[in-house]
């Protein structure tokens, strides 16, 4: 199977400095993508191991620092874990991850901070909240008065070893609501991120439950029904209290059954019915539990059939296909399931979780730009106003100050959210190009300084586009052009370069080689095997400064390690790249 898979999806680009073509850029970097990492509090599991505020307040600075540079986007942080918060609920707990004691408090708000941090960056924050399990064996809520355990033991059951909430009982579910509501209503978070909104499984001990509220039903529809409630009433009432909020679930990965993927059913095991969420609009996206691999672990379900699955049922809102990077077989293929993820249409991705990210690098060219968050236009689709009255400031030959004013409120009522600055060395700048996104700063800001590290062209230019709550984009601002004639010497003494970066191809078997050129002059492009026989003379002419795409079809080339040459007059500069068909 995963043969088949990698032979639908492989194929190579070769880049110069990641610097791709539009239409590649379109395909493989996509300018709108949600990438969220699951930041887990529970048990310290990637919170820091400390309890001292100034450590925790430093070490997670270093975790969101960390998740902005490698272009993340989202973070799902989770604040509800057993019954208690790591905020300052009205209604439950301080967790002990805080201060090792449940209920005591920390002195601070981790999630006034972390929420802090995101909007000056850019990110968005759901609040990871778990619904109905509120505590287990390693968790010590036993004896606190103010657990939810502990107040009210009727609502309380046992499986394996674990308190879980029963979901049939009307006042459960009008508790739970209560604690989520009180958590919107008192934090600007972007978003809400239901899990274990489920039944543990199917041997649960609510026979008494189910007699006195069952009616007749059957106790799958009526488990069922029972979780759609509490989604329904949370949706409308979180509506009416904040209509831009979005809100989402992860339930588990196969919905129901399906050749080459069979599992725990969340549909029939769970009593998960989370595509009737999307169906009737109570929720805004799902992020199914996927945490399995192309299909090369025996007895595990295929991601790739998975996210066609889930990707095919979205009823007109977003599906971020789950990855578990924890598992070593799913780590080792992360850059596989995000162009999976691409080609069958997903919005976006959620890796669980941040410890199994820290230190893997495999993610940098699949994130090798930012991506912006997709907007919900069933909940906004009308863009702000532009920024206006854009001008720049040289400060030195290589770093210049934009300035612009504030646009007036658009017809909606939005203000701006953040903007967002392009720079590129094409006119006119292509903003549908995620290469040209250099910041994006906070809608409070109206002036951004941009210093040019590494110039590569004599002229460069900038626009600046304004954000809503929703992530509409306004048109650009008026163009601004800066010159840097010193910078255009030197770069007449730099050679030019091919870099090499693999990429999975969904329909073809071409080889895409994409070089720019800062002079002029002949120029030959030739292939060779592992033993120097030259294969292919792929170009052969005199060429203009400027950035070229050829392509080869690797369809008769035996598996194995080739060179790509180019030398342009009396420079030569080769690349080994490895084939796979």
């Not at 539990?289 to 295929?302: F, I, R, V």
């Not at 953040?418 to 060395?425: H, V």
Request: charged share 25%; proline share 6%.
């Amino acid at each position: 199977m995963q043969k088949n898979i990698l032979k639908i999806i492989f194929f190579i680009l070769v880049l110069n400095n990641l610097l791709l073509s539009q239409k590649a850029l379109q395909n493989f970097f996509p300018k709108y993508e949600v990438r969220a990492a699951w930041l887990t509090t529970v048990g310290g599991l990637d919170w820091p191991k400390t309890t001292n505020v100034e450590e925790q307040k430093r070490t997670l600075l270093e975790i969101l620092n960390d998740l902005k540079e490698r272009n993340f986007n989202t973070i799902f942080f989770q604040v509800r874990s057993r019954g208690d918060a790591m905020y300052n609920s009205n209604i439950e707990p301080w967790s002990e991850t805080l201060t090792g004691v449940l209920g005591k408090d920390p002195g601070w708000d981790p999630l006034k901070f972390v929420i802090d941090y995101a909007h000056s960056s850019g990110m968005e924050i759901h609040a990871w909240f778990n619904t109905f399990r509120v505590r287990n064996n390693h968790y010590s809520a036993v004896g606190y008065k103010k657990h939810i355990s502990e107040l009210y033991p009727e609502w309380i059951k046992i499986y394996e070893n674990e308190a879980w909430l029963d979901p049939g009982l009307p006042e459960v579910r009008n508790y739970t609501l209560n604690v989520a509501l009180d958590l919107i209503r008192n934090y600007d978070v972007d978003g809400i991120h239901f899990d274990f909104i489920r039944y543990p499984g199917s041997n649960f001990p609510d026979e008494l439950t189910y007699y006195r509220y069952g009616k007749g039903e059957s106790k799958d529809n009526w488990r069922r029904e029972n979780i759609n409630k509490f989604v329904r009433a949370f949706y409308d009432s979180a509506m009416a209290i904040k209509p831009m909020l979005k809100v989402g679930s992860a339930p588990i990965g196969v919905y129901k059954n399906l050749p080459n993927a069979i599992g725990w059913q969340s549909y029939s095991a769970i009593y998960q019915d989370s595509r009737r969420w999307l169906m009737e609009g109570k929720h805004d996206y799902l992020a199914p539990q996927l945490y399995w691999s192309l299909g090369t672990e025996p007895g595990d379900p295929d991601f790739a059939t998975l996210a066609k699955d889930w990707c095919e049922n979205k009823y007109g809102r977003h599906i971020y296909l789950g990855i578990g990077a924890y598992k070593k077989k799913v780590a080792e293929q992360l850059p596989l399931l995000i162009d999976v993820t691409r080609l069958y249409g997903a919005e976006g991705n959620s890796i669980f979780r941040y410890e199994f990210l820290n230190g893997n690098t495999s993610l940098s060219n699949r994130y090798a730009f930012p991506a912006l968050i997709p907007p919900m236009p069933w909940k906004d689709s009308i863009p702000p106003n532009s920024p206006t009255d854009l001008t720049v400031q040289e400060l030195d030959q290589r770093t210049f100050k934009i300035l612009w004013e504030k646009p007036v409120v658009a017809r909606d009522g939005d203000n701006v959210k953040f903007y967002c600055i392009y720079r590129s060395n094409r006119h006119p700048v292509d903003i549908d190009n995620p290469a040209n996104i250099i910041a994006l700063v906070p809608g409070s800001v109206t002036e951004y300084t941009d210093k040019i590290l590494r110039p590569r062209s004599s002229n460069y230019y900038y626009v600046v586009t304004a954000f809503d709550k929703g992530n509409n984009e306004s048109h650009p601002a008026f163009e601004l052009k800066v010159e840097m004639p010193l910078i255009t010497e030197l770069a007449k003494k730099v050679a030019p370069e091919v870099n090499i970066t693999h990429y999975k191809n969904p329909s073809s078997d071409d080889i895409y080689l994409i070089y720019e050129l800062n002079k002029s002059g002949n120029v030959q492009l030739k292939l060779y095997d592992v033993n120097k026989n030259e294969i292919v003379l792929i170009r052969d002419q005199y060429i203009k400064p400027g950035k070229y795409v050829v392509n080869l079809s690797s369809k008769d080339l035996k598996n194995g390690y080739y060179t790509i040459e180019l030398s342009l007059d009396n420079q030569i500069i080769s690349k080994n790249i490895y084939l796979y068909n």
